[in-house]
């Protein structure tokens, strides 16, 4: 086992020579108590650090993405549901014209009818369809 002396502090503000030689002879500061026994544990302890960091960044940088997707999809729905309502409108407005437009025709049908019935509304036959209908064989 290798002994590591440490760094030696000592403030000189107010010391004379014979407190410094009195310090320096009381410390060497042993360090080698505060070595790691197996310095590849504690390389290793690193490196699994580092490996874990990548590993939540990577965990991190996927959970981003997938609520970016998330709210990519959300957003699609609704402006599918959007263009859903307004095509269902659509429809309901021409199918009311188209009901109102039924009801307008069969209003003049039914009067037209009632007409021709009392007998104030003539129809005219033009007269080439008249013999044409008429022809003897």
Same mark, same amino acid.
């Given at each position: 086992?290798a002994t590591v002396?440490?760094?030696?502090?000592?403030?000189?503000?107010? &010391? &004379?020579?014979?407190?410094?030689?009195?310090? /320096?002879?009381?410390?060497?500061?042993?360090?080698?108590?505060?070595?790691?026994?197996?310095?590849?544990a504690l390389l290793?302890?690193?490196?699994?650090?580092?490996?874990?960091?990548?590993?939540?960044?990577?965990?991190?940088?996927?959970?981003?993405?997938?609520?970016?997707?998330?709210?990519?999809?959300?957003?699609?729905?609704?402006?599918?549901?959007?263009?859903a309502e307004k095509?269902?409108?659509?429809?309901?407005?021409?199918?009311?014209?188209?009901?109102?437009?039924?009801?307008?025709?069969?209003?003049?049908?039914?009067?037209?009818?009632?007409?021709?019935?009392?007998?104030?509304?003539?129809?005219?036959?033009?007269?080439?369809? /008249?013999?044409?209908?008429? &022809?003897?064989?």
């Amino acid at each position: 086992m290798a002994t590591v002396h440490g760094p030696i502090i000592v403030s000189i503000c107010s &010391t &004379t020579s014979n407190d410094l030689l009195h310090i /320096f002879s009381q410390i060497p500061q042993l360090w080698s108590h505060c070595l790691p026994d197996n310095p590849d544990a504690l390389l290793i302890n690193r490196l699994e650090a580092i490996a874990a960091k990548e590993k939540k960044q990577k965990r991190k940088a996927a959970e981003k993405q997938a609520e970016i997707n998330r709210k990519a999809a959300e957003k699609e729905q609704r402006d599918a549901e959007k263009q859903a309502e307004k095509v269902r409108k659509i429809a309901e407005k021409q199918a009311e014209k188209d009901r109102k437009a039924a009801e307008k025709q069969a209003e003049k049908d039914r009067k037209a009818a009632e007409k021709a019935r009392k007998g104030k509304l003539l129809i005219r036959v033009p007269p080439s369809k /008249f013999l044409l209908s008429q &022809t003897i064989y």
